[in-house]
């Protein structure tokens, strides 16, 4: 860009006036859990938001700080309460990824969670990404955190594509990491400020490009909005996949009180070769445990 700093004061200036007023966003003093601290709230709501949408994050997130309000006080949960609690919030093997990053934390790092990022991606079930945004959001480390937003944002704003690639590339890492701001506490609020703007105006199907504070130095809308000619991301299919049916599944082993028989789970889906091989699956990838006589229950 030709004047980043203009950038930066715009967006950062946008932000300050159009943000949404998320939990995980407010000052801990406003929380009415006085054990959760910034850190923990932060890395619970990045893993529930990846691939979910705000509104249905919102009230679980609310549950888990009230249930367990520190990495400690999950880490003496069950596993198969993480994964009740997770509901219908979709990918449950986080829920599991949370209890073992939460158990790490209390284990090797006396339950405060680590202010860096070597440590924090080192935690199970932490990558790259979730440790970038905790490190910048909870701590203000200075790093890109460079989620679907923010590719969409900046593939229109700087290089004039209308959709990033189907995959994260170093280019795009390299130009996140480019625009961010010189200043800790400035390239924290720019991360989540490009966050909020690919989430609010510069959306996937429906840019409101009308509302865009940085509409004059787009650089696809400079170039006529061109459409675009690369790979298209695949959309997942829902009705039908093993998807689905491990979701039924889960969901009445979440509502049983107790072990559940066979029967019980025989009922959800009339294929029972799909169905068996996704129950198969639930156990291999630790969300579901088998008992004696051909009972099943979430994770003790």
């Known amino acids: 860009m030709s004047d980043l700093s203009a950038l930066h004061d715009t967006i950062l200036t946008w932000y300050a006036a159009q943000a949404r007023d998320l939990p995980w966003r407010r000052s801990p003093e406003a929380w009415p859990w006085p054990e959760v601290d910034r850190p923990w709230a932060v890395l619970v709501s990045e893993v529930m938001l990846q691939q979910t949408p705000v509104v249905r994050v919102e009230p ?12 400690a006080a999950l880490a003496a949960a069950a596993p198969g309460d993480a994964v009740r609690e997770w509901g219908r919030l979709g ?19 006396g339950g405060v969670i680590p202010a860096n990022l070597e440590d924090l991606q080192a935690l199970p079930g932490i990558g790259t990404y979730t440790a970038a945004a905790v490190g910048a959001f909870a701590f203000g480390i200075r790093s890109a955190v460079v989620d679907v937003n923010v590719r969409r944002v900046e593939a229109r704003l700087v290089t004039g594509a209308e959709h990033p690639a189907p995959s994260l590339s170093a280019a795009e890492t390299r130009l996140a990491e480019e625009l961010l701001p010189a200043g800790d506490r400035e390239a924290a609020t720019w991360n989540v400020a490009v966050m909020e703007l690919g989430a609010l105006v510069c959306k996937a199907k429906t840019p409101q490009c009308e509302r865009c504070p940085v509409l004059d130095a787009c650089a696809w809308v400079l170039a006529g909005r061109p459409a675009h000619d690369g790979p298209r991301k695949r959309v997942q299919k829902w009705a039908g ?12 082993l979440r509502d049983a009180s107790g072990p559940v028989p066979r029967s019980k789970l025989d009922v959800v889906w009339p294929d029972a070769a799909q169905r068996d091989r996704c129950l198969a699956s639930l156990i291999e990838d630790g969300l579901v445990e088998p008992l004696a006589r051909e009972r099943f229950r979430l994770p003790a």
């Not at 679980?60 to 990495?71: D, L």
């Not at 996949?241 to 009445?252: A, E, F, I, M, N």
């Open 60 to 71: 679980v997130w609310h549950e888990w700080m009230r249930r367990w309000p520190t990495p």
């Open 91 to 109: 990918y449950p093997r986080r829920a599991l990824r949370l209890h073992a990053a939460a158990t790490a934390i209390a284990q090797e790092h």
């Open 241 to 252: 996949t093993d998807r689905q049916v491990r979701g039924k599944l889960l969901h009445v």
